[in-house]
């Protein structure tokens, strides 16, 4: 099949092309024939057609033609066409010329021919070939015509289709400066619709002003030069467009129009002095920080560095771009700082460093280096490295020396501690030293003063003794003699003076009793009235005593003991200082320590005190007896009179209460003492007095009670008793014995012993007993000698201690209260 198939693609499907009737026509006028056609492969005949010719016939006698004409005279003998339809029957067709239409690429569009039903054996005429061939070349001319212009049309359409669509204004302007051509963007940039813009001259689309300013350049285009510059938008809206002027020649060489170019750039623009904005920022702030600044494209190339870097390392300016910044670097620094600026570079990581950096005078500064990447905030990828180098060369020779001193120091404080920890050792061993020693001045002055009062006590005690046995004299009498009479009031006056006995004693041992401070909340006002008798016959009749109590004095905490012995020994140390006689006043009050008072004192507190105050009219002191009283052992009085302890006794006990002791004293005058001691807020712990008059609890289960004595009289007393209150009463009259009662089988609900037992001793039986009787209750009947082996009367529970002399009512009441400890 050749190309001249009646299928054949020569002509795009559907394009009618140009009329080539008249060629036709023309044609069958030339060669004087019946018919003339052009026939074209896909397109429709033209031309005076014969009726009846078939498609068949048409593809046939269309392959006839050639280059040259073609010439059959007769159809019916030719052995081509013999045969076709349009021969063999109607319309009888007898004679063909033909001649093909030449394309360009060598391939015709098809062949023009003339037909005819009568045979012409002579042919065409010369003058009808000639014709024939002069249409076919015209018919072809319009065919080529018509596909160039189907193609440029196509062209042009692409043109537009792509100018709509770039993101451009595009326009084209003739001589007269007539918009002949824009695209929807440059009329839409000019406030027009796509189909407004064409047609119209320049200076009624872009406005009069504007066009006016744009005239020198349209003239330059218009002379044949490429105008470009970039347009604020005529509106003066911030829009700003790159526009070029390209000048287009028309065959002539002449400028026949001009196209206009713009692309809006107000996007960039903005970005751009954004950019600008930010460069300008960061510059401003990098020459204002007192660091050295610089920066690095993102592979760490350095291209910027502050004035405060240049000024440090005295190179000019730009010599320390790239890499020639790792020079001017201390060279043992260099691998170091290198490796971390690559890991950094690497992974992003912050970059820090110290090192030596030369300065321009070549001497090496520490220097602190930091560096951190500015990312892409879409992309996060890194942009750009700032860096600092901070000169820390002050800091870095402080750490130096300060770390050097540490050393010095550290050594220094272990030396001290050592000596410390020696002299610690002295010092403890000075104080263990000076507590024996104390305890023993405490007690030898407690003896001294225990002395002092024998004499009196003795002769009162003969008197009250007297009392009692001249009472129990007369009732023995008046028993012998049988009667009964007075027998009570004798009784009652014996008793009286034992109980008055009793209280002397009491007050003697415990007075004597050894202990260590016991701080209680004390009233003194009531501790010194308490004295009154003791401190008179003390003093004896030459003296006169006068106790000035203050009212709403605070209460103290102190070992009211001491306190007492504190007041004795002033008061005996005043007797001392008046042989002839005199006054001696005790006061108490209420003081105010306050600060300016305590400024002059090593080792008092401002506060509130209460003050004893004991004040006599002796012989007083004189100055340097005053700076020795408190010392220990300093006495003025003759060999066997005075122990010089007094004093430095009441001393410790100021002390050892927080509180403070002063002398004021004139020779011939007198001298006062004043002690103070700390003010105590809390309230006083009376101890329970018995109560007399209740009746005395009285044992209701037949509980045992076990009484070791060695004294057979106190031991049938106490045992005497206990049966009277209904108890059932085993006695043992020494330690052993009431151990072996202990550990064999049998009730026994209370042990009563005393402490001092020859042999085993009371504190000693239990100690045995409570192996075979744990939780075993004891009370233990103590005198004063034997307090100490209590350890200052710590007892386990279960136990409790009774000190002689005691009175019976009161013995009763503890005896029920340990066997029913409900009731105590
Ligand atoms: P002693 O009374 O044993 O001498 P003290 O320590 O009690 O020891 O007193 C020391 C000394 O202080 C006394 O020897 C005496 O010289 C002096 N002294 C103490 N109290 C008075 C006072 N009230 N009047 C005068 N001198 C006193
Ligand atoms: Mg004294």
Not at 186 to 192: E, L, S, T, V, Y
Not at 193 to 215: C, K, T
Not at 255 to 276: C, M
Not at 407 to 423: F, G, H, I
């Amino acid at each position: 099949m050749s190309s001249h198939d009646a299928s054949g693609q020569m002509e795009p499907a559907g394009d009618p092309g140009p009329d080539l009737t008249d060629i036709a026509s023309l044609a069958r006028a030339v060669c004087g024939s019946a018919f003339a056609l052009v026939h074209r492969p896909g397109a429709p005949l033209s031309g005076l057609v014969p009726p009846g010719l078939s498609p068949r016939d048409v593809a046939a006698l269309g392959h006839l033609a050639g280059a040259a004409a073609l010439v059959v005279p007769d159809l019916t003998r030719d052995r081509r066409t013999a045969d076709l339809s349009a021969v063999t029957g109607p319309p009888a067709l007898r004679f063909y010329a033909g001649i093909a239409l030449p394309g360009l690429d060598g391939r015709p569009f098809g062949t023009l021919c003339v037909l005819d039903p009568e045979a012409r054996p002579e042919g065409l005429t010369v003058r009808e070939a000639e014709g024939l061939a002069a249409l076919a070349r015209q018919a072809a001319r319009d065919l080529r015509l018509a596909r160039a212009l189907a193609e440029a049309r196509a062209d042009r359409d692409d043109l537009r289709s792509i100018t709509e669509a770039a993101p451009a204004l595009i326009a084209a302007l003739d001589r007269d400066e007539v918009c002949r051509f824009a695209n929807g963007n440059f009329a839409r940039w000019f406030g027009f619709a796509p189909h407004e813009v064409v047609g119209r001259p320049l200076r009624a689309i872009v406005g009069e002003a504007f066009y006016a300013a744009r005239q020198p350049l349209l003239a330059r285009a218009f002379a044949g030069e490429t105008v470009s510059f970039e347009s604020p938008h005529p509106d003066a809206d911030g829009r700003h467009a790159l526009v070029r002027y390209v000048p287009h020649r028309g065959p002539d060489g002449a400028v026949a129009d001009l196209h206009f170019l713009g692309v809006d750039v107000t996007a960039d623009k903005e970005a751009r002095a954004a950019l600008a904005d930010s460069a300008l920022k960061f510059r401003a702030i990098a020459e204002s920080l007192p660091q050295m600044v610089w920066s690095t494209l993102p592979d760490g190339y350095h291209d910027y560095y502050n004035t405060r870097w240049y000024e440090f390392t005295g190179m000019p300016e730009g010599s320390t771009d790239g890499e020639g910044w790792n020079a001017i670097f201390h060279p043992d620094e260099q691998p170091e700082a290198w490796r971390r600026w690559r890991h950094s570079l690497a992974t992003g990581e912050l970059y820090e460093i110290e090192y030596r950096l030369r300065r321009h005078d070549g001497v090496y500064r520490w220097v602190l280096g930091r560096a951190m990447p500015i990312r892409d905030p879409a992309t996060g990828a890194i942009e750009r490295w700032f860096g600092t180098c901070t000169d820390i060369d002050d800091q870095v020779r402080a750490r130096e020396t300060l770390a050097q001193r540490r050393e010095a120091l550290e050594a220094e404080v272990a030396d001290r501690t050592a000596a410390l920890a020696e002299a610690n050792a002295r010092l403890t061993a000075e104080i263990e030293e000076r507590a024996r020693i104390e305890e023993a001045l405490r007690q030898s002055q407690k003896m001294e003063a225990v002395g002092q009062l024998t004499g009196g006590i003795a002769h009162d005690f003969n008197n009250l003794l007297t009392g009692i046995v001249g009472s129990l004299d007369l009732m023995q009498a008046r028993i012998n003699e049988g009667r009964t009479q007075n027998l009570t009031r004798y009784a009652g006056l014996a008793m009286a003076s034992a109980q008055r006995a009793a209280a002397l004693t009491h007050r003697l041992l415990a007075f004597a009793r050894r202990q260590p401070l016991e701080a209680r909340a004390v009233d003194v006002n009531r501790l010194v009235s308490s004295m009154d008798e003791l401190l008179r016959r003390t003093l004896g009749e030459r003296v006169q005593l006068e106790v000035v109590v203050a009212g709403g004095l605070w209460l103290t905490l102190c070992d009211p003991n001491q306190l007492e012995n504190a007041i004795l020994n002033l008061a005996i140390n005043a007797r001392d200082a008046m042989p002839e006689g005199g006054r001696l006043t005790i006061e108490t009050a209420n003081a105010h320590l306050d600060d300016s008072y305590v400024s002059s004192e090593i080792g008092v507190r401002a506060g509130q005190y209460v003050c004893i105050c004991v004040s006599d009219t002796g012989s007083g002191m004189p100055p340097e007896v005053i700076a020795r009283a408190f010392d220990p052992f300093f006495t003025t009085k003759p060999m066997g009179e005075g122990t010089g302890l007094g004093l430095s006794m009441i001393y410790g006990f100021a002390k050892q209460s927080d509180g403070h002791v002063r002398i004021y004293s004139e020779v011939g005058a007198g001298t006062t003492v004043k002690l103070y001691l700390p003010r105590h807020r809390g309230r006083i712990a009376d101890e329970p007095a018995p109560q007399t008059g209740l009746p005395v609890p009285r044992a209701e289960h037949g509980e045992t009670v076990l009484v070791v004595e060695d004294d057979a009289t106190v031991r049938a007393l106490i045992g005497e008793t206990l049966t009277e209150l209904g108890y059932r009463v085993i006695e043992a009259p020494d330690g052993p014995t009431g151990l072996r009662l202990l550990e064999a089988p049998g009730r026994i609900d209370l042990v009563v012993t005393d402490v001092g037992l020859p042999g085993l001793n009371g504190r000693r039986m239990i100690d045995e007993a409570l192996a075979a009787r744990p939780g075993l209750r004891v009370l233990f009947i103590t005198g004063y000698a034997e307090n100490a082996a209590f350890g200052n009367g710590h007892l386990s529970p279960g136990m409790r201690m009774i000190t002689k002399p005691f009175a019976i009512d009161a013995f009763a009441a503890k005896v029920r209260a340990m066997i029913e400890p409900g009731l105590d």
